[in-house]
């Protein structure tokens, strides 16, 4: 039986001319290795705009129909990847999206609950991210921007018949405040932090980064077969 994992990640926003969700993403999905046989990766790299979420994300779902969804995002003051517990019934009016436009209203939804918990097997993924050498924060603050919004629409959809029955979001820092340690790399050696041009020095970090959130799918795959 083939299980189908959706991963989604943004594109740019004001802010921050590269977003390293989407190269990450859209690198993931390319990934193949033995424990992902029989995994169906469907990938998607939103517009960092409302009304494209709002419109893409429940089409992306009816479509693929998947077992799991894993939405990335970048989180500009972090200096560590974030596994967010849940999503907020909230988003701010006040910054503008990818294409300009502001939420009119301060709630997602009406009447519905302020929280969704996210749907995962957290000491598995957290497991999966210290064998990698990340020390990986629980976070309870997914903020009021467009992460915090996708991750509400796919928590409602799993919530409906046919959803995904798991459904996490990680955060993940801009790469240059990643560090090195963090990714364990000081085996590294003579080749200290000092050493490495910052051209060598991110592309360590996208390659730690990179393997670690496979070894993170591979733990959702196993949780939904």
């Given at each position: 039986?083939?299980?189908?994992?959706?991963?989604?990640?943004?594109?740019?926003?004001?802010?921050?001319?590269?977003?390293?969700?989407?190269?990450?993403?859209?690198?993931?999905?390319?990934?193949?290795?033995?424990?992902?046989?029989?995994?169906?990766?469907?990938?998607?790299?939103?517009?960092?705009?409302?009304?494209?979420?709002?419109?893409?994300?429940?089409?992306?779902?009816?479509?693929?129909?998947?077992?799991?969804?894993?939405?990335?995002?970048?989180a500009?003051?972090?200096?560590?990847?974030?596994?967010?517990?849940?999503?907020?019934?909230?988003?701010?009016v006040?910054?503008?999206?990818?294409?300009?436009?502001?939420?009119?209203?301060?709630?997602?939804?009406?009447?519905?609950?302020?929280?969704?918990?996210?749907?995962?097997?957290?000491?598995?993924?957290?497991?999966?991210?210290?064998?990698?050498?990340?020390?990986?924060?629980?976070?309870?603050?997914?903020?009021?921007?467009?992460?915090?919004?996708?991750?509400?629409?796919?928590?409602?959809?799993?919530?409906?018949?046919?959803?995904?029955?798991?459904?996490?979001?990680?955060?993940?820092?801009?790469l240059?405040?990643?560090?090195?340690?963090?990714?364990?790399?000081?085996?590294?050696?003579?080749?200290s932090?000092?050493?490495l041009?910052?051209?060598?020095?991110?592309?360590?970090?996208?390659?730690?980064?990179?393997?670690?959130?496979?070894?993170?799918?591979?733990?959702?795959?196993?949780?939904?077969?």
């Amino acid at each position: 039986m083939t299980a189908t994992i959706l991963v989604t990640g943004f594109g740019r926003f004001p802010g921050a001319p590269f977003n390293p969700a989407a190269d990450l993403a859209t690198a993931l999905v390319r990934r193949r290795r033995p424990a992902l046989a029989g995994v169906r990766l469907v990938g998607h790299v939103f517009a960092t705009r409302w009304d494209e979420v709002d419109g893409t994300l429940p089409r992306l779902v009816a479509q693929e129909k998947p077992d799991a969804v894993l939405l990335l995002g970048v989180a500009g003051r972090a200096d560590r990847v974030r596994i967010e517990q849940v999503a907020r019934n909230r988003t701010s009016v006040l910054f503008p999206d990818a294409g300009g436009a502001r939420r009119a209203h301060l709630g997602i939804m009406a009447g519905a609950p302020f929280v969704r918990r996210g749907r995962f097997p957290a000491a598995a993924l957290q497991a999966a991210l210290r064998t990698h050498g990340i020390d990986a924060a629980s976070s309870r603050n997914a903020g009021t921007y467009l992460c915090n919004f996708a991750y509400w629409r796919a928590l409602d959809a799993a919530d409906r018949d046919g959803g995904p029955r798991l459904v996490v979001f990680v955060h993940v820092p801009p790469l240059h405040r990643l560090g090195l340690h963090r990714l364990g790399l000081h085996h590294l050696g003579r080749a200290s932090p000092r050493r490495l041009s910052r051209r060598c020095y991110v592309a360590a970090e996208r390659a730690r980064l990179l393997a670690t959130l496979e070894a993170l799918l591979v733990s959702i795959a196993a949780a939904v077969r």
